[in-house]
């Protein structure tokens, strides 16, 4: 059974940064597609950035372009999510998903993720 464990939440004030981890507990000699989602609360769960597998094609929310950076080190089978210049608007509950099975991928859909995290806090203070 794949596990993913989301670290790096926590808050901070507008402007500052954070680094999400998301350690995939077994060791795979697949590279897989990793995402980010988030959701606040009354909101959809929202693709916020995705690493394809393969082509190392990515996207990005609208909201987050030119703010946060998704990158993976398969040598850790970890990915990482780097939000800088975080806002109120990106308090949400951040979940790691793993292994992209098909379907849009401009933006992605939460239900073609095989594999999701149990999600970690980003609360953004004015």
């Known amino acids: 059974q794949v596990q993913l464990v989301e670290s790096g939440g926590g808050s901070v004030q507008t402007g500052g940064s954070l680094r999400l981890s998301c350690a995939v507990s077994?060791?795979?000699?697949?590279?897989?597609?990793m995402a980010w989602f988030r959701q606040a609360p009354g909101k959809e769960r929202e693709g916020v950035a995705v690493?394809?597998?393969?082509?190392?094609?990515?996207y990005y929310a609208d909201s987050v372009k030119g703010r946060f950076t998704i990158s993976q080190d398969n040598a850790k089978n970890t990915a990482y999510l780097q939000m800088n210049s975080l806002k109120p608007e990106d308090t949400a509950m951040y979940y790691c998903?793993?292994?992209?099975?098909?379907?849009?991928?401009?933006?992605?859909?939460?239900?073609?993720?095989?594999?999701w995290g149990q999600g970690t806090q980003v609360t953004v203070s004015s």
């Open positions: 690493i394809y597998a393969g082509t190392h094609s990515t």
């Open positions: 998903a793993a292994e992209w099975t098909g379907g849009s991928r401009y933006p992605p859909e939460a239900n073609a993720f095989r594999y």
């Open positions: 077994t060791y795979t000699d697949r590279i897989v597609s």
